[in-house]
Every structure is written in structure tokens, then in C-alpha cells.
């Protein structure tokens, strides 16, 4: 699983954060990163993908199909 943060998206509202914060910190800029995700919960990872707001948070699986958002 890879986790990109569409950085034009996000608003740094730190949802991901809150609820992953082992995934997700916000930067310098006051915006979504990602600082880890090998062997963490990726369903987990995906439902807080979704609790974003903005869509930001985009996940794609081992072959590059994206999971979410589903355009």
C-alpha cells in the first residue's frame, strides 16, 4: 500500500493526525505527511483516508491501482 497526501487538498486539519498518529503528522507548512506505514493496519489506513474531508489522502495498492478517493 502507498499513502500520497495531495498537498493542494489538504487543509491541515489533522484528522488523519488524531487518528493515526503513527501514519500521519502535519509539516512545516501546516499540512498532512506521511511519516510511516509498512505493518500497520492498512484497513485502518484506508478508513482514515476516507474520514478526511478534503480527499487528500490518496491510497493506491501494490500495483498502483488506486484504492481511494474513487474518482
Same mark, same amino acid.
Given at each position: 500500500?502507498?499513502?500520497? %497526501?495531495?498537498?493542494?487538498? !489538504?487543509?491541515? !486539519?489533522?484528522?488523519?493526525? $488524531?487518528?493515526? +498518529?503513527?501514519?500521519?503528522?502535519?509539516?512545516?507548512?501546516?499540512? &498532512?505527511?506521511?511519516?510511516?506505514?509498512?505493518?500497520?493496519?492498512? @484497513?485502518? %489506513?484506508?478508513?482514515?483516508?476516507? &474520514?478526511? +474531508?478534503?480527499? $487528500?489522502? @490518496?491510497?493506491?495498492?501494490?500495483?498502483?491501482?488506486?484504492?481511494? +478517493?474513487?474518482?
Amino acid at each position: 500500500m502507498e499513502i500520497k %497526501i495531495n498537498k493542494d487538498k !489538504c487543509l491541515g !486539519c489533522g484528522t488523519c493526525m $488524531a487518528l493515526m +498518529p503513527e501514519v500521519f503528522e502535519i509539516d512545516a507548512e501546516g499540512k &498532512s505527511t506521511v511519516k510511516a506505514s509498512e505493518g500497520l493496519d492498512q @484497513e485502518q %489506513i484506508l478508513m482514515t483516508a476516507k &474520514s478526511c +474531508p478534503t480527499g $487528500a489522502i @490518496e491510497i493506491y495498492d501494490d500495483n498502483g491501482q488506486k484504492l481511494w +478517493p474513487q474518482d
